[in-house]
């Protein structure tokens, strides 16, 4: 039953990520491992290959600020990225 219901719910995903593909809207995706209560750390990287993040823990801080600089430019207008908590 977990099986039929992740797929389900990536379908979803797939669905949603298409409608936003084919729209005239400035999206940006971010995909992101496990969240943690660390100081906030500038060290991050983002890449457009989806792909597990590594390493897996970022912390919150980093991440919020991350989305609001996204929200904010146009650096990453349209893409998907993943966002590991550090450069590697």
């Not at 084919?22 to 496990?34: K, M, N, P, Q, R």
């Not at 919020?64 to 349209?78: K, M, S």
Request: net charge negative; charged share 25%; no cysteine.
């Amino acid at each position: 039953m977990t099986t039929t219901l992740i797929r389900r719910d990536y379908r979803d995903f797939d669905a949603a990520e298409r409608v936003l593909a084919e729209s005239d809207l400035a999206w940006t995706i971010v995909y992101f491992g496990a969240l943690t209560d660390g100081e906030s750390t500038v060290d991050f990287t983002p890449t457009r290959r989806i792909v597990t993040p590594s390493p897996l823990a970022i912390p919150r801080s980093t991440l919020a600020g991350f989305l609001v600089r996204a929200a904010e430019t146009d650096e990453h207008a349209r893409a998907r990225l993943v966002l590991s908590g550090a450069v590697r």
